[in-house]
Protein backbone atom coordinates (compact mmCIF):
# COMPACT_ATOMS: atom_id res chain seq x y z
CA UNK A 1 0.00 0.00 0.00
CA UNK A 2 0.77 3.73 -1.03
CA UNK A 3 1.66 6.29 1.46
CA UNK A 4 -0.18 9.46 1.60
CA UNK A 5 3.02 11.39 0.53
CA UNK A 6 3.49 8.58 -2.48
CA UNK A 7 -0.22 8.99 -3.88
CA UNK A 8 0.14 12.66 -3.69
CA UNK A 9 3.17 12.69 -6.20
CA UNK A 10 1.51 10.14 -8.27
CA UNK A 11 -1.74 12.14 -8.54
CA UNK A 12 0.06 15.33 -8.67
CA UNK A 13 2.45 13.91 -11.66
CA UNK A 14 -0.72 12.33 -13.19
CA UNK A 15 -1.84 16.37 -14.18
CA UNK A 16 1.67 16.79 -16.01
CA UNK A 17 1.12 18.94 -19.25
CA UNK A 18 -2.38 19.96 -18.15
CA UNK A 19 -2.60 23.18 -19.58
CA UNK A 20 -3.12 26.77 -17.28
CA UNK A 21 -6.86 27.91 -17.24
CA UNK A 22 -7.51 30.11 -14.89
CA UNK A 23 -10.10 29.14 -11.93
CA UNK A 24 -10.51 25.92 -14.16
CA UNK A 25 -9.93 22.13 -12.53
CA UNK A 26 -10.23 19.80 -15.14
CA UNK A 27 -7.14 17.43 -15.44
CA UNK A 28 -6.15 17.10 -18.92
CA UNK A 29 -8.06 20.41 -20.22
CA UNK A 30 -6.89 23.49 -17.80
CA UNK A 31 -6.08 23.93 -14.56
CA UNK A 32 -4.72 27.42 -12.03
CA UNK A 33 -2.13 26.55 -9.17
CA UNK A 34 -4.83 26.83 -6.85
CA UNK A 35 -7.07 24.41 -8.33
CA UNK A 36 -4.27 22.32 -8.93
CA UNK A 37 -4.03 21.73 -5.14
CA UNK A 38 -7.58 21.41 -4.51
CA UNK A 39 -7.54 18.78 -7.55
CA UNK A 40 -4.59 17.02 -6.62
CA UNK A 41 -5.70 16.87 -2.30
CA UNK A 42 -9.25 16.31 -3.24
CA UNK A 43 -8.37 13.14 -5.34
CA UNK A 44 -6.58 11.55 -3.05
CA UNK A 45 -8.86 11.93 -0.31
CA UNK A 46 -7.97 15.42 1.46
CA UNK A 47 -8.66 18.69 1.18
CA UNK A 48 -11.99 19.03 0.64
CA UNK A 49 -14.86 17.25 -2.06
CA UNK A 50 -13.46 16.53 -5.68
CA UNK A 51 -14.83 19.85 -7.83
CA UNK A 52 -14.65 21.79 -5.19
CA UNK A 53 -14.27 25.78 -5.75
CA UNK A 54 -12.92 28.91 -3.87
CA UNK A 55 -14.60 32.08 -4.10
CA UNK A 56 -14.38 34.28 -7.17
CA UNK A 57 -10.75 35.87 -7.24
CA UNK A 58 -9.32 37.82 -10.41
CA UNK A 59 -6.42 36.64 -12.23
CA UNK A 60 -4.05 39.50 -10.98
CA UNK A 61 -5.22 39.75 -7.31
CA UNK A 62 -2.21 39.51 -5.70
CA UNK A 63 -0.91 42.18 -7.32
CA UNK A 64 -3.60 44.81 -5.89
CA UNK A 65 -4.36 43.36 -2.43
CA UNK A 66 -2.64 42.80 1.01
CA UNK A 67 -5.21 39.91 2.33
CA UNK A 68 -3.71 36.48 2.06
CA UNK A 69 -6.60 34.73 0.59
CA UNK A 70 -4.70 31.85 -0.75
CA UNK A 71 -3.06 31.48 2.64
CA UNK A 72 -6.12 31.92 4.47
CA UNK A 73 -7.44 28.85 2.48
CA UNK A 74 -4.44 26.86 2.99
CA UNK A 75 -4.72 27.31 6.71
CA UNK A 76 -7.76 25.55 6.51
CA UNK A 77 -6.58 22.26 5.93
CA UNK A 78 -2.47 22.43 6.66
CA UNK A 79 -0.41 23.30 9.21
CA UNK A 80 2.94 25.09 8.78
CA UNK A 81 6.52 23.15 9.04
CA UNK A 82 9.89 24.52 8.92
CA UNK A 83 11.68 21.77 6.31
CA UNK A 84 9.17 20.07 3.62
CA UNK A 85 9.03 16.47 2.59
CA UNK A 86 7.70 15.15 -0.43
CA UNK A 87 3.69 16.02 -0.49
CA UNK A 88 4.23 19.17 0.84
CA UNK A 89 3.09 22.21 -0.45
CA UNK A 90 5.24 25.44 -0.98
CA UNK A 91 3.97 28.70 -1.34
CA UNK A 92 5.66 31.43 -3.44
CA UNK A 93 5.31 35.20 -3.07
CA UNK A 94 4.18 36.79 -6.13
CA UNK A 95 2.96 40.42 -5.91
CA UNK A 96 2.07 41.18 -2.17
CA UNK A 97 0.98 37.90 -0.55
CA UNK A 98 1.72 34.44 -1.12
CA UNK A 99 -0.26 33.69 -4.25
CA UNK A 100 1.04 30.86 -5.52
CA UNK A 101 1.28 26.97 -4.36
CA UNK A 102 3.47 24.11 -5.63
CA UNK A 103 3.77 20.51 -4.47
CA UNK A 104 7.03 19.73 -3.31
CA UNK A 105 8.68 16.45 -5.33
CA UNK A 106 11.86 16.55 -3.29
CA UNK A 107 12.90 20.08 -2.51
CA UNK A 108 13.79 22.61 -4.28
CA UNK A 109 12.21 20.66 -7.07
CA UNK A 110 7.67 20.90 -7.21
CA UNK A 111 5.42 20.10 -9.33
CA UNK A 112 2.61 23.38 -9.93
CA UNK A 113 0.70 25.34 -12.60
CA UNK A 114 2.27 28.08 -14.01
CA UNK A 115 0.66 30.71 -16.48
CA UNK A 116 1.88 30.07 -19.85
CA UNK A 117 3.54 26.61 -18.86
CA UNK A 118 0.86 24.34 -17.24
CA UNK A 119 1.42 21.84 -14.70
CA UNK A 120 5.42 21.36 -14.63
CA UNK A 121 8.19 20.44 -12.72
CA UNK A 122 10.38 23.11 -11.60
CA UNK A 123 13.37 24.12 -9.33
CA UNK A 124 12.28 26.30 -7.03
CA UNK A 125 15.78 27.66 -6.97
CA UNK A 126 15.50 28.88 -10.38
CA UNK A 127 13.66 31.36 -13.00
CA UNK A 128 10.26 32.48 -11.79
CA UNK A 129 9.84 30.91 -8.32
CA UNK A 130 13.15 31.91 -7.15
CA UNK A 131 13.79 34.21 -4.14
CA UNK A 132 9.62 33.88 -3.74
CA UNK A 133 9.38 31.21 -0.98
CA UNK A 134 6.96 32.34 1.47
CA UNK A 135 6.73 28.95 3.80
CA UNK A 136 5.71 25.14 4.01
CA UNK A 137 2.61 23.58 4.55
CA UNK A 138 1.46 20.11 5.20
CA UNK A 139 -2.05 18.62 5.05
CA UNK A 140 -3.19 17.68 8.12
Known amino acids: MKGKAEEILAEAESWILTPFHHRACIK ?8 FLIG ?6 MGG ?8 YPPDWHFHRSEERFLAYIKKYCREVKSPKPGDIAMFRFGRCASHGAIVVEWPRVIHA ?3 QGVV ?20
Not at 121 to 135: C, I, M, N, P, T
Open 28 to 35: GVGVDCAH
Open 40 to 45: VFSNVG
Open 114 to 116: YKG
Open 121 to 140: YSDADQAELQGRLHSFWRAK
Open 49 to 56: PPGQQVEE
